[in-house]
């Protein structure tokens, strides 16, 4: 019942730009968030918002380049890609719960979706 559904990651150059969405079902979250994951690392956070919208938060990685945004008519979670580098390369995942005003651990996180790959080249 509950489902997190990640889409519109793909290949894109070096300094282009993506969005990616994530669409929730099942319930409502308060909280949604992006962490990424990239080859032989450890899975970090990106970026979070709050239900409202008004409250947001990026890691230092991405901050200006990236932009969280949603649309709760929708149940749905967008990021903004732009000004991509090559160590932006992940699999990100979307993460939602309900116990906080900004999801930004790992631990905080109820559900989780698939993923979807976003590859920069060069």
């Known amino acids: 019942q509950v489902q997190l559904v990640e889409s519109g990651g793909g290949l894109v150059q070096a300094g282009g730009s993506l969005r990616i969405s994530c669409a929730a079902s099942?319930?409502?979250?308060?909280?949604i968030s992006w962490f990424r994951q990239a080859p032989g690392k450890e899975r970090e956070f990106v970026s979070a918002?709050?239900?409202?919208?008004?409250?947001?938060q990026y890691s230092g990685a991405v901050k200006g380049r990236f932009t969280i945004s949603r649309d709760n008519a929708k149940n749905t979670v967008y990021l903004q890609m732009n000004s991509l580098k090559p160590e932006d390369t992940a699999v990100y995942y979307c993460?939602?719960?309900?116990?906080?005003?900004?999801?930004?651990?790992?631990?905080?996180?109820?559900?989780w979706g698939q993923g979807t790959q976003v590859t920069v080249s060069s």
């Open positions: 993460a939602a719960g309900g116990g906080s005003l900004l999801l930004t651990r790992q631990y905080e996180a109820d559900y």
């Open positions: 099942g319930r409502t979250f308060y909280a």
């Open positions: 918002i709050s239900w409202s919208g008004r409250s947001t």
